[in-house]
């Protein structure tokens, strides 16, 4: 994949509660970490998933290197705080320095963080924005924190739309002023082709349907679509045949029995029964993934897919799902 | 051995009035509620289940179209045993309104309703919605019929949130926002007028309106004050109820149900859930896990099933088109992935049990298909009874 998205400097991948975004966005930034290249994995809702999926100590506001791509390349990783971008954005552009402190004395900073409409999405996308732009070369920028691309483990489908509207959030508040010219500016790289939104998905009812939901949203606002990723995909062990045979009502058993013997089994009910029923369970599962399937090839994006790893996720599943990622070519 | 949560016994105990269903997000929290009220409805509770975010397949399978602020009955459960069920879907923007209507006066309230600080408040901002679920549901158990509570068992599910500790968090969040320091800053220009206030407080209250109206614009400060100053009205009201919500849920009318997976992301939230709870002296029934993996035949475990699937590819095919020696390896293999599923799903409620051995559970088997309708439901009320 690492050639589909070329120009895009910003990922942000989102997807249904438990679908698996951080990791998908683990190992999105691994397989764009190729030879030379520097990547960072940005977290926003203070939930210390990166450090969770990658197995490193808590991140906090500074970059540090989290993972190495199977390229070659570094995976940096940040958790972005409201509070401390805020703060970073004052002293930026204003200089703030004692006034910063001020602010944060009569809760100003708590206020504007939490409570001020929009303007915490806005701190957050903020930081990220600032990550994405920053250039070889200009002042205050630190040469190791120049990034070929910048993946955002956003929050989930039902929030996205509200997080990525930016400006929506801003037209009722700051109508004109700094925040409202950053808001712009934000937006306008949200839109661009510069930017890419993936959805992650399971082949099942309620997360394609949140994916579908998700599209027609993002659309309307309108944001740059990329992939559906399809993860814990599992590939079917029993094949058409097989489950062909399985899902006949007249399905004799006698010769899986004889196999089963032969295998110095103990052969009974309970075994022969289960196997037929595990099998019949795979048939019901395929035609509803097969449903699923057919209702994300609907929406028109290019898809992406990640096995199911069967011992779960540890460091070298993390890099398999990467270099599976990299390796793929986008079906369309 | 594991301690065994007696869901029957929960229902049946009639000294409790409210169970709360908490969890991270993608859990299956609004199914365990729906089941769980189903259940206790059918027998014989006068129930209402207080959804927040239900799947459209859900509020179908409760055969309601459309679920909003105020409880509907379902008709299609079996009230034989002289229970009844009310669901309901909250309504975050519209509860704090009847809040703000209700506490108020009529000229003031307008002027916050319409503020847009307000609307956002009310709409998103992150804590609206676990305060207005506690809001509502101190409501529902206000609500009186024929002289006494209409309901005798709520049931709550809560807002999809990164963490299940949000919604013990939010409420105060609120509080303290409203009694923060910097709303009273802002206050204080409209409170001053005509007093004499101390110079070092002016000094730094100007400085800090006019870096904010420097980096936010006029109008943005000038809103925010007048949502501020139109709130101050209600000041009491807000905090005092969320005190007062707070406060039943440690009542021992209230029992928490845990919902996980057996992921160990869901189980560490869990585990940090029940430790909070216990913290605060709040009352725990137990953990559910959702989406267990289980086979057809336990006894077959995932090593042996891979050898006999080995050995299965060495025998013989048979003539015709039938059933092959190759097809019994690929069903052997399809067990033996279902095995590893299962043997890492119980190993990762074993380190549930090991941290926390006298929180009783109770384990529901993965489905196949979301719930569609009420037996399903029922089915899933079965699993949670053991």
């Known amino acids: 994949m690492t050639s589909d998205w070329d120009g895009v400097r910003l990922h942000i991948v989102t997807g249904k509660g438990g679908t698996g975004k951080t990791t998908v966005a683990a190992a999105l930034a691994m397989s764009l970490a190729t030879e030379g290249k520097r990547v960072l994995l940005a977290e926003v809702e203070g939930r210390q998933g990166i450090s969770g999926v990658l197995d490193v100590p808590r991140l906090g506001e500074d970059e540090v290197q989290v993972a190495t791509g199977p390229g070659g390349g570094q995976v940096m990783g940040l958790a972005v705080d409201p509070k401390a971008a805020l703060l970073e954005y004052l002293q930026m552009f204003y200089k703030l320095g004692m006034a910063g402190g001020m602010l944060e004395r009569f809760g100003v900073v708590d206020f504007a963080t939490t409570v001020a409409p929009g303007l915490r999405d806005v701190l957050l996308i903020g930081k990220v924005y600032e990550a994405v732009r920053r250039r070889p070369g200009r002042r205050g920028v630190r040469q190791d924190q120049v990034y070929d691309a910048v993946v955002l483990d956003a929050p989930p489908t039902g929030r996205v739309g509200q997080f990525l509207a930016v400006n929506q959030a801003m037209s009722g508040l700051a109508k004109v002023g700094p925040v409202k010219n950053q808001a712009d500016s934000i937006n306008d790289l949200l839109q661009s082709d510069q930017t890419a939104v993936h959805l992650v998905t399971l082949l099942e009812e309620m997360p394609v349907q949140e994916t579908v939901d998700a599209v027609a949203e993002l659309r309307s606002l309108p944001l740059p679509l990329g992939a559906v990723v399809i993860n814990q995909e599992r590939t079917p062990p029993a094949d058409e045949h097989a489950r062909n045979l399985l899902a006949a009502n007249d399905f004799d058993t006698a010769p899986l029995a004889d196999d089963l013997g032969e295998l110095g089994l103990r052969v009974g009910p309970t075994l022969v029964g289960g196997l037929v029923q595990t099998g019949r369970d795979l048939v019901d599962r395929l035609d509803l993934e097969q449903q699923e399937r057919e209702t994300i090839a609907g929406l028109g994006l290019p898809t992406y897919h990640l096995p199911l790893l069967a011992d779960g996720l540890d460091a070298g599943g993390l890099l398999q799902l990467a270099t599976s990622l990299a390796d793929q070519e986008a079906q369309v | ?386």
């Not at chain 2, 929960?10 to 929290?29: E, M, P, Q, R, Y």
């Not at chain 2, 299940?164 to 009694?179: M, T, V």
């Not at chain 2, 959702?290 to 035949?297: A, D």
Request: charged share 25%; with cysteine.
């Open chain 2, 1 to 386: 051995m594991t301690a065994v949560l007696d869901v029957d016994q929960l229902l049946a105990d009639d000294s409790v009035h409210t169970i709360v269903c908490c969890g991270s997000g993608g859990v299956g929290k609004t199914t365990t509620a729906a089941a769980v009220a189903i259940r206790a409805a059918e027998q014989g509770r006068t129930v209402a289940v207080l959804t927040i975010d239900p799947a459209r397949r859900l509020a179908q399978a409760l055969g309601l179209e459309h679920l909003d602020n105020e409880p509907a009955p379902v008709e299609s459960i079996d009230s034989s045993a002289g229970g009844s069920l009310d669901a309901m879907m909250l309504d975050m923007k519209r509860t704090f309104d009847e809040v703000v209507l209700r506490h108020a006066d009529p000229g003031k309230a307008q002027q916050i309703l319409e503020n847009p600080f307000y609307q956002a408040v009310s709409s998103s901002f992150a804590g609206t919605q676990e305060y207005m679920a506690m809001e509502r549901l101190g409501q529902l158990h206000a609500e009186q019929r024929d002289g006494r509570a209409r309901w005798d068992l709520i049931v709550v599910d809560t807002p999809p949130s990164r963490s299940a500790l949000d919604f013990l968090d939010a409420p105060k969040r609120l509080g303290s926002f409203l009694d923060g320091r910097f709303i009273r800053l802002m206050m204080s220009p409209a409170k001053a007028g005509g007093r004499a206030y101390l110079k070092v407080v002016s000094v730094g209250v100007n400085s800090v309106t006019a870096v904010m109206s420097k980096i936010l614009g006029g109008q943005f400060l000038k809103d925010a004050q007048t949502f501020v100053a139109a709130l101050d009205t209600m000041f009491g009201g807000f905090r005092e109820r969320a005190e007062q919500t707070y406060a039943l849920l440690g009542d021992a009318s209230t029992a928490f149900l845990v919902v996980a997976t057996p992921e160990r992301d869901a189980l560490r939230e869990a585990s940090y859930f029940a430790g909070r709870l216990g913290e605060e002296g709040m009352p725990l029934a137990g953990l559910v896990v959702n989406r267990v993996q289980r086979t057809h035949v336990p006894s077959l475990k995932e090593a042996r099933a891979e050898v006999a699937a080995e050995a299965a590819d060495e025998l013989p095919a048979r003539r015709g088109k039938g059933w092959q020696p190759g097809d019994t390896a690929s069903l052997l293999r399809l067990h033996a992935d279902l095995a590893a599923t299962a043997a890492r799903h119980e190993a990762a409620i074993g380190r549930f049990t090991a941290a926390h051995p006298t929180i009783p559970q109770v384990l529901v088997g993965a489905a196949a298909h979301d719930v569609n309708d009420i037996a399903q439901l029922r089915e899933i009320g079965d699993e949670l009874a053991g």
